[in-house]
């Protein structure tokens, strides 16, 4: 067998690459061709690249073996052979089995003669072939799958998969669809993905996610992705680095961010504590913390860094305002109708203050009891399936079965910036024709009661401290999931273990572009996602 996977880890915490495009399989398509077609990148060129820069990833990943290769006929296929030729001159033992037949004169080859061998899935050594790899890659099948494959490709999964040794898919796992992750049928298991330009879609949604398992990218030679080619873009950390603002060395309490936070309640004290210490961890100045009377000795006592405001005094609660840059309101309050009220004077005595909506301020929204108030560009909302499916009057598999269309959905009807959660987290802006923004992190360890309060709170700090809701939304995101990952507690993760580890993976200064100083990675790496957990 081969060594367990090493090789290149993932980018450091707060650098990289800051736009990475999350194509469907058409948009990448339609890219290669704009690329080859009017840009002037050779479609050879890009062949090459890719099959060598995958060539390197899996020798430094899996650096001895036999290599069997399963090259589909098509670009995939390509990629495939270029791959096997590196590899080859590079003195490695590999075989090739190809869909289609070759002499050896194969232009992709440059003259090498390859153990090659036509690709029968009927063929009754083809498992024997399989078992005895090291590793196995998967050139099958490209983006342009739609359906279920055929019978002879999913024969060729099928083997591919029994023969129990670790695959490499290229671009996608055959048999995954490159646009939402959907398996129609027989599907490769991969251990590593590598994606070329970009990774596709596909390869972050469930079920593909788990079908991909670790997910690279490698530059092959693309020009730049715009808006108009790709309808989604990844949050990476190096996204986060760009948008970060750092505060003015001249600053104080007040210029710092001022938050009015409502949470809480008789029943949901914890919400008001998680918010309140996400917030303060992610550097926000002043934070007012708004709730019942019957929780200020809890607030008080736990949380002594906010200024406790009575939530049913309302010339408090409107002075609260007054003396606030954001506002976030939601996190355990409930939904009584005094509830409404107090929530709802409070946004309506906003003048256009960003404002945050989460939890029981959705379902307050939902429910209509929030009348005379009306979202501005300032609004953030952050549901989850279940908020989201109310807000939108669907069933929670509905938004689960199409994340992306519930989040342009409910950013058009309530013209809100939309931070959808779930696995991968979706952020959709107010302007319709913007793509989405996808979180790159994110793990059932995070799969806890109170994780949301906490991501209320950091996205609110961010909303105080200037930051427009879409960098808001997706700076929060970044933050909790490096500093969960920075915890490390797995499934034992708790939500006051990622608040109060947000404040030791806050950028120190403006961006500085990436810092490759003593990095092993090679440079055209442009992702490295740890499989799915």
Not at 185 to 190: C, I, K, Q, S
Not at 290 to 316: T, Y
Not at 358 to 373: E, I, Q, T, V
Request: contains cysteine; charged residues 20%; hydrophobic residues 45%.
């Amino acid at each position: 067998m081969a060594a367990p996977p090493a090789g290149p880890g993932p980018p450091s915490l707060l650098f990289g690459r800051a736009r990475v495009a999350l194509p469907t399989g058409s948009e990448a398509a339609a890219f290669d061709r704009r690329a080859i077609d009017h840009v002037g990148a050779p479609g050879s060129v890009l062949m090459e690249n890719a099959g060598r820069s995958a060539a390197q990833l899996l020798a430094k990943i899996f650096p001895r073996g036999r290599v069997v290769v399963v090259a589909g006929g098509g670009n995939n296929g390509g990629d495939g052979v270029v791959l096997a030729r590196s590899l080859a001159s590079w003195g490695r033992d590999v075989e090739l089995l190809r869909a289609e037949r070759s002499d050896g004169a194969d232009p992709l080859l440059h003259g090498w003669r390859l153990s090659t061998t036509p690709l029968d899935p009927e063929a009754a050594d083809l498992p024997r072939r399989l078992a005895a790899a090291d590793v196995v890659v998967d050139a099958l099948l490209g983006t342009g799958i739609q359906g279920a494959p055929r019978a002879r490709e999913a024969s060729l999964i099928r083997a591919m998969n029994a023969a129990g040794r670790p695959i490499v898919a290229l671009d996608l796992p055959s048999g995954v669809s490159a646009d939402d992750g959907a398996v129609a049928g027989e599907a490769v298991h991969a251990q590593i993905t590598i994606a070329f330009g970009a990774p596709k879609r596909g390869c972050l949604l469930h079920p593909g996610r788990r079908h991909a398992g670790r997910l690279l990218a490698v530059e092959i030679g693309f020009p730049p992705w715009s808006d108009t080619d790709s309808s989604a873009f990844l949050l990476t950390p190096g996204w986060a680095e760009r948008h970060w603002v750092p505060r003015d060395a001249e600053a104080h309490k007040n210029r710092a961010g001022r938050l009015l936070l409502m949470a809480g309640s008789r029943r949901f004290g914890g919400a008001a504590l998680l918010a309140g210490l996400g917030a303060l961890r992610a550097g926000v100045g002043f934070l007012r913390l708004a709730a019942p009377p019957e929780l200020r000795e809890m607030v008080q006592g736990r949380l002594p860094e906010a200024v406790f405001v009575d939530a049913s005094d309302g010339d408090a609660l409107e002075s609260a305002v007054a003396e606030s840059d954001a506002l976030a309101v939601g996190p355990g309050m409930g939904t009584d109708p005094d509830v409404a009220d107090r929530l709802g004077a409070a946004l309506r005595a906003s003048g256009g203050r960003p404002s945050l909506l989460d939890a029981d301020a959705l379902n307050l929204l939902a429910a209509g009891g929030l009348s005379g108030w009306r979202a501005s560009q300032g609004t953030l909302l952050t549901p989850h399936p279940g908020e989201a499916a109310r807000l939108l009057g669907l069933s929670p598999s509905d938004v689960t079965s199409d994340p992306e269309g519930a989040a342009r959905s409910l950013a058009d009807r309530y013209r809100s910036t939309v931070l959808l959660k779930g696995v991968p987290s979706m952020l959709a802006p107010v302007a319709t024709e913007s793509p989405l923004l996808v979180a790159a992190d994110g793990s059932s360890d995070l799969a806890r009661a109170g994780m949301g309060d906490v991501l209320t709170g950091v996205a609110g700090a961010l909303l105080a401290r200037g930051q427009p809701p879409l960098q808001a939304g997706g700076l929060a995101l970044c933050l909790t999931a490096a500093a969960a990952s920075r915890v490390g507690a797995g499934e034992g993760l708790l939500p006051g273990d990622v608040a109060n580890e947000v404040a030791f993976v806050l950028p120190r200064s403006a961006p500085s572009g990436r810092d490759d100083a003593g990095s092993s990675d090679p440079p055209f790496l442009l992702l490295d996602l740890p499989p799915a957990h």
